[in-house]
């Protein structure tokens, strides 16, 4: 298991101020920045795209930036989030025809690729991809929308999953998504994850530093 990463998801910043926030989570701790783009089509809700993305570089942001794809088709997304600075690029399999041509898309423009389980997507999606993956995102929420509560039976996949990638031996990252929050991101960490999503819980804190040193002592059991 690789070094925990806390990506704070600016779903949940205050989107009038997303420089300053975006700043103000890496001040306090973060390590990446996770950012849901969502198209109204793949998911029930709209959000950023890849002008926003070079906006942040633009301001300065330098931080990993892990672009989370709620969209359908993804492919056309794939060089515009690499031109405007991403570093992670995830996507959900269902949502592309062809998920190893996507693969190959993202690690020809120089990010990093990862795919994105649903709560209810069996983890045999990851037969014959895992070998090309960076990073494995499991959904402990259906995506959509932030400040949902953690679906508990996703933590047994988490250990699956952990299960698989140790048995290929290679560093991919195991992040989770969806509710994760101070109070159950110890489990979630004991179950094998080692990237951690959280919106709700660290833009609605009032004290951001505390939050994610809380989080990271947690997961750090
Ligand atoms: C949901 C998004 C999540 C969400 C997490 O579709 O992928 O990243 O913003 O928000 P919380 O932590 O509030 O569940
Ligand atoms: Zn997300």
Known sequence: KQSTVIAPSILSANFARLGDEVEAVLEAGADWVHFDVMDNHYVPNLTIGPMVCEALRKHGIEAPIDVHLMVEPVDELVPQFADAGASVISFHPEASRHV??????????????????????????????????????????????????????????????????????????????????????????????????????????????????????????
Request: charged share 20%.
């Open 100 to 221: 190893d041509r996507t693969l190959q898309l993202i690690h020809d423009h120089g990010c990093q690729a990862g795919l994105v389980l649903n709560p209810a997507t069996p983890v045999e999606v990851l037969d014959w991809t895992l070998e090309q993956l960076d990073l494995v995102l499991l959904m402990s929420v259906n995506p959509g929308f932030g400040g949902q509560s953690f679906i508990p039976y996703v933590l047994n996949k988490v250990r699956e999953v952990r299960g698989r990638i140790d048995a290929l031996g290679r560093d991919i990252r195991l992040e989770v998504d969806g509710g994760v929050k101070v109070q159950n991101i110890g489990d979630v960490a004991a179950a094998g994850a080692d990237t951690f999503v959280a919106g709700s819980a660290i833009f609605g804190a009032d004290d951001y530093t505390a939050t994610i040193k809380a989080m990271k002592q947690n997961a750090d059991g």
